[in-house]
């Protein structure tokens, strides 16, 4: 089908949200491209005893150094257990123990019961059952990788139900693992951290050196700096800083792993980077039958000023097969679930076709991280979290991109380009996206930088007990179970039973729901607003030209104070229009090139109130329409545009519409 390529080239469509927690043909192969596994964890919730504890234990009785323990533990699934739930690779409990045949069965358990996800348009409109493949036969062959909690029943002699379930166990499982493979190396059960490399390495279960590595280098980088967190079952886990720590990285030497990557990808050298091109190819006799993305010359054309972060809502095999498809759409990079293992599609000087916004597009660069925005305890794994940020980092840093979220956002903060657009835009990553955690590992973590009564704020809301009431994870209007999130619910009145606010372009006729697709009234970790007013344990912040009120109690915060600068009208002005991109004035196009109306989006900016900027820019537009690149262009105006931060999603202004402020 022939798409238009300034809208719907851009857009991803919105793909079944369906919960596969592992395949028969995951479990035979998890992807033969990169890696194999090594996610976030699941185990049932803590019993007796303090999870601290167990880990004190479990290295005392197999002579593993407690910090190393800890930080595999931390590196796999920050210390939690996902209430039993198996990840997508099939791995339980604080050390991911893996299991793939229980977790095939229980999944395959589990439809039969009924489960189910949302699908159709991806928006939570309606249901279906989970789609699970039956689980193999008993004496079929499943990669070692995903069958470590076999091993490590085996080895502290232990039932694997117990392994897979209880955390005590399930620490001392990983301990006997980490101990067993130390021997197998041939190195000695030692008290010195560093002489644990070659084994951290080969317990991520990677396929590749390079990714062996990476998974060790991020645990020795974890027990350098120490981490504490309280975990989802309220477990109080700290690992002190051993900042002296310097591993033998020789070892992983004798796993004898190939290398991954090449010359062409462009990924940082701690992760695991594969080349996996994205077609450019005519797919049919017209001019514009080509894909998936277009051929430029960034920065020397123009500037790259954004990288979006999506999730795929598609499994991994089934994104390589869409990406590579000429027909379909195009992004520079997937991460994958299960390792943090990278594919690249298509050099970072090309343009892809992902946010569903051609101006967005042809200014970023498009990041998906394989997962399914309902799922986020299986999909959303402590790998694929750091081997993101690393590449974010990376990138930002290759093309001074500011670390803040004005410049690193969500497909769910992409506007709309006209009216008729934005009732369509994406909402992926969603709200259980951790926001907050992935600016840390980004080194660029929220805190107040203002007084406690700026003139605005940074959504900074705890991501463990914040759990606002979502529906739609399983089927329209059922709540979600609760859960951590990144999102803050806003409101017409400082209470709770106040309405939500109302997004026009979303809801014309209605107002603003809890569905967990719905971004209509809904504040966003790291995102930063005007201050509109306080009440008690409320703050009002302006959003989408209308005062919202989210919950911001003293004894749990849901903002910081920020420094900002703030566009407001220019005065003698009642409101100003609002756009979703910034497209140049009509007398800057060249003949040839046709002229892209600037037509305001359905809000308005009223007089009075303040949005916070994120940066200043020209209008520019990218022609590119055909196969032909000789006929490119990218077109320059003179009139100017401040982006700021609107509703949940980013929008732009005429700096000749408005009046700068500093508050603070």
Request: net charge neutral.
């Amino acid at each position: 089908m022939r798409r238009d390529r300034h809208s719907a080239r851009a857009r991803a469509g919105h793909r079944p949200v369906l919960r596969t927690v592992l395949t028969a043909g995951t479990a035979a192969a998890l992807l033969p491209v990169l890696a194999v596994t090594q996610p976030a964890s699941a185990a049932q919730p803590h019993r007796a005893g303090s999870l601290q504890q167990a880990f004190a234990s479990a290295a005392h009785r197999y002579h593993v150094p407690e910090g190393v323990l800890l930080a595999v533990s931390y590196m796999e699934s920050r210390w939690d257990t996902h209430a039993g739930a198996p990840s997508v690779s099939g791995g339980y409990g604080p050390m991911h123990l893996t299991d793939a045949r229980t977790a095939l069965a229980q999944s395959h358990a589990d439809a039969r019961a009924g489960d189910t996800r949302a699908a159709g348009d991806g928006r939570g409109d309606t249901a279906r059952p989970m789609s699970v493949t039956a689980a193999p036969a008993k004496n079929a062959e499943v990669p070692a990788s995903l069958r470590t909690a076999v091993r490590a029943a085996t080895l502290t002699r232990v039932p694997e139900d117990r392994v897979r379930r209880d955390p005590a166990a399930n620490v001392a499982g990983g301990a006997a693992l980490l101990a067993a493979d130390q021997k197998a190396l041939g190195h000695p059960l030692s008290a010195d951290p560093a002489d644990w490399y070659g084994a951290v390495a080969r317990y991520g279960g990677s396929s590749t050196r390079t990714a062996a590595a990476g998974f060790a280098d991020s645990v020795y980088a974890t027990l350098r700096s120490g981490e504490s967190r309280t975990t989802d079952q309220g477990q109080r886990v700290a690992l002190p800083a051993r900042p002296s720590v310097s591993p033998r990285t020789a070892q992983v030497d004798a796993l004898g792993l190939p290398k991954s990557g090449g010359g062409t990808t462009e990924c940082p050298k701690s992760v695991a980077c594969a080349w996996v091109p994205a077609p450019y190819e005519q797919y049919g006799p017209n001019p514009g039958d080509y894909g998936n993305h277009d051929l430029a010359d960034r920065p020397h054309d123009s500037s790259i000023d954004y990288i979006v972060i999506h999730d795929t809502e598609e499994t991994w095999d089934d994104t390589l097969g869409l990406v590579q498809d000429p027909t379909y759409l195009g992004w520079h990079y997937t991460v994958r679930s299960s390792d943090g293992a990278i594919a690249q599609h298509m050099a970072t000087k090309d343009v892809g076709w992902h946010a569903g916004n051609w101006y967005i597009n042809s200014k970023s660069i498009g990041v998906e991280n394989e997962g399914f925005l309902t799922d986020p305890d299986a999909w959303f794994t402590e790998s694929m979290y750091r081997s993101s940020a690393a590449l974010v980092r990376y990138l930002a840093s290759r093309y001074d991109i500011p670390l803040d979220r004005q410049h690193i956002i969500g497909h769910d903060n992409v506007p709309g380009t006209v009216p008729s657009t934005v009732a369509g835009m994406h909402t992926d990553p969603g709200p259980y996206w951790d926001w907050a955690h992935y600016f840390r590992l980004l080194k660029a973590p929220f805190h107040p930088n203002a007084g406690r009564r700026s003139g605005a704020v940074t959504i900074d809301p705890s991501y463990r007990d914040n759990k606002p009431v979502l529906t739609g994870c399983v089927s329209a209007g059922t709540p979600c179970a609760p859960h951590g999130s990144s999102a803050v619910l806003l409101h017409t009145a400082p209470s709770e039973s106040a309405p939500l606010v109302k997004d026009v372009g979303l809801h014309p006729t209605g107002g603003s729901t809890t569905d967990v697709n719905d971004t209509g009234a809904r504040a966003s970790t790291g995102q930063q607003y005007a201050v509109a007013d306080h009440q008690g344990d409320w703050t009002a912040i302006w959003y989408l030209g209308q005062k919202a009120w989210l919950h911001d109690a003293r004894n749990a915060p849901a903002t910081v104070p920020a420094r900002a600068t703030v566009a407001t009208p220019r005065a003698g002005l009642s409101s100003i229009p609002v756009y979703g991109r910034a497209y140049p004035e009509a007398s800057a196009y060249p003949a040839g090139v046709p002229v892209q109306a600037q037509t305001p989006l359905q809000y308005k900016l009223p007089a009075g109130q303040s949005y916070v900027v994120g940066g200043r820019m020209p209008g520019e537009y990218f022609y590119s329409t055909t196969f032909d690149t000789s006929h490119q262009a990218w077109v320059r105006g003179r009139e100017q545009y401040y982006e700021i931060q609107f509703g949940q999603r980013v929008a732009f202004v005429k700096a000749a519409d408005v009046t700068l402020h500093r508050v603070k």
